[in-house]
């Protein structure tokens, strides 16, 4: 069987995950991988196994393209591609917040575009390639080219769903809130447990269980039903107290603890009508 080919733009640690475990389920043929730096190119290729280092002057045409550069790298990329694609040609990023739309512009040489973001931590592509498994993808762009896109994702052992290009932002929001600033919103209790006089390693040696059991309850009931606490017992003297207290501890943290009560306090009220 004749296989398409991938070719990588921008091969950093998302791009050698992806090309990598396709390459190592005879997916796809990784064909041309593109980098700012040949060094950076060439390692991108002995970690994937295979492929061969190009530049914007030699890029062949390929069956897919995925543009793997930073987000704001993205429309230079694809702008420069243009030259590069042919009709039915597959040409897709991975962006969280950036939909498809980036890439409208190759349409007018005959490519198909879409976006999938994987729900997963890059950080180490080792890791990565052997717990991508299970991953959950976000999908938008063309019918003719998530048609390409999503077996070839499946066949990685993704989860996915197809959402509409306009929700990226709030989709991407979603995500931030729920990983990024949860690290943020550990360390504002952190601070927290600190200014009260509890060394840090305690405390998270503390609130450890506490987080997992939230965790637990979150998944077993969810975020109404899970919430406990002075907003869910409704007790508004403690929290003008902690707020006073948390804000003079520093502004950020009062600020947190403010913004994050009064979406306790609507979830509390959405308890109390049920």
Known sequence: MLLPQLNVIGPGRLGQTLARLWHERASVRVADLLARDCAHARAAADFIGTGRVAGWDDLAPAAITLIATP???????????????????????????????????????????????????????????????????????????????????????????????????????????????????????????????????AAWSALKPLIDGTLANLDRVGPAQALTGPAARNDLGIIAQEIAATTQLDSATGATYKVLTDVALQLAAQRRKS
């Open 71 to 201: 987000d704001d790298a993205i429309a230079g990329a694809a702008g420069r591609l243009r030259a590069h694609v042919r009709p039915g040609d597959v040409v897709f990023h991975c962006s969280g917040a950036l939909s498809s739309d980036l890439l409208a512009p190759l349409r007018a040489g005959g490519a198909v575009v879409a976006s999938v973001h994987p729900l997963f931590s890059f950080a180490d592509p080792v890791t990565a390639v052997t717990g991508f498994t299970g991953t959950w993808c976000a999908a938008e762009g063309d019918a003719a080219a998530l048609d390409i896109l999503l077996p070839l994702f499946d066949g990685i052992g993704a989860q996915r769903f197809t959402m509409p290009a306009s929700g990226k932002l709030l989709y991407h929001a979603g995500a931030v809130l729920a990983c990024n600033h949860l690290v943020a919103l550990m360390e504002t209790a952190l601070r927290s447990m600190e200014g009260a006089g509890v060394p840090r390693e």
